[in-house]
């Protein structure tokens, strides 16, 4: 099966500093202006993207590369300090705005740079970034920021290129992974926080690629019964459908239908591929899919929330409908379930056709 790469919507909401955060349908919500979490996720997935392309495609996705990179060297303020949004003439707004979450995603993608960009000098740079953010990674309290940047540590570990801080931060990760996990979980609620809220796979796909496992025993308990929970909780019939926004899912409560967002199918089908590799016998491969397909209409609203024609995605779906907005999270969310494809599992790659055929997808 063929993956879809158009830039067009890329290119609609790259404006002269970056990547716009918000849109108003098609067109960039200039009033937003722009944010370094996007631009970070932004760079994260051009880096993976670039080597895909050819001709004058490749040389478009290398020049919103650029851009996107000099947006994050501009909002270090001072080394390891960040501001996270801009407005549209370009000035910084106040830096109340940064958030642990922020700092994990530039954390990522300055590992996600050092791994897979050509360019050295970028590189260099995302290697000074990355070593001034060492200490504030390490007074991290907030969980996703933990597995964000434990998803980091692991990449580099894998490519043999890590620095030496980074298994000290691991074991902090896991910890405080593990810490959640052993405070909330019940055998009725096996679960990290007493509400699932958003990024929900992002605790699990951290602890499946932690290796050396520091703890093996817990570590298989919580990949094990976290997975086939949250499995359980936002795949019905083989449809994905994550938790809502609008209510969330409390531990006495129902998992909220309201508010779809496609953030949550990036980073679903992401861990879900990861989790086949190691665990063939715990997923099945419609529940693999089952992400990416909720873009295509294989959803609770039986709408395609993604154009492949313009590499845009909807920023969510209600249960009345879908938020027509088409905003930089949604795409990079979309845009990246493509990248995965690209390498997934032939049978994964072949039931995803099949379905789409079946459903009535443009693909």
């Not at 549209?88 to 990522?108: F, H, I, T």
């Not at 993608?109 to 050092?114: L, R, S, T, W, Y």
């Not at 249960?319 to 997934?344: D, Q």
């Amino acid at each position: 099966m063929q993956a879809h790469f158009s830039l067009k919507h890329f290119s609609r909401l790259m404006g002269s500093y970056g990547l716009y955060q918000h849109a108003d349908t098609y067109n960039p919500l200039l009033s937003e202006g722009y944010c370094t979490d996007d631009n970070a996720r932004a760079v994260q997935l051009l880096v993976h993207l670039v080597p895909l392309l050819t001709g004058s495609q490749r040389l478009e996705a290398e020049n919103f590369l650029a851009a996107c990179w000099q947006f994050l060297r501009d909002a270090q303020v001072t080394p390891g300090s960040y501001i996270n949004f801009r407005d549209v003439d370009g000035r910084w707004l106040p830096r109340k705005s940064e958030s642990e979450d922020m700092y994990a995603r530039v954390a990522r993608c300055c590992v996600e740079v050092i791994i897979h960009d050509t360019n050295v000098q970028r590189c260099r740079e995302a290697r000074q970034m990355l070593d001034s953010l060492v200490e504030r990674v390490g007074r991290f309290t907030a969980p996703r920021a933990w597995a964000e940047t434990l998803i980091a540590w692991s990449a580099f570990v894998e490519a043999g290129e890590a620095p030496k801080y980074v298994r000290g931060l691991q074991e902090k990760g896991y910890k405080a992974l593990v810490g959640l996990w052993q405070s909330n979980a019940a055998s009725t609620w096996p679960w990290f926080e007493p509400v699932m809220t958003y990024a929900n796979a992002l605790f699990l796909h951290a602890l499946l690629r932690l290796t050396p496992k520091p703890d093996g025993n817990i570590q298989d308990i919580i990949l094990e019964e976290g997975a086939s929970f949250l499995i359980a909780s936002t795949i019905r019939d083989n449809m994905f459908i994550p938790i809502g926004s609008d209510g969330w899912y409390a531990k006495a409560g129902k998992p909220s239908l309201n508010n779809q967002q496609p953030i949550e199918a990036g980073l679903m089908f992401d861990w879900l591929l990861d989790y086949y590799r190691l665990y063939p016998d715990r997923v099945s491969d419609e529940q693999v899919a089952a992400p990416y397909l909720w873009f295509f209409g294989h959803n609770t609203g039986k709408v395609a929330l993604a154009d492949i024609k313009e590499g845009a995605s909807y920023d969510g779906l209600f249960t009345v409908g879908v938020n027509k907005h088409r905003g930089a999270e949604s795409m990079l969310a979309y845009l990246w379930t493509e990248i995965l494809l690209v390498k997934a599992p032939v049978e994964i790659r072949g039931y995803i056709e099949a379905e789409n055929k079946r459903i009535g997808a443009e693909t």
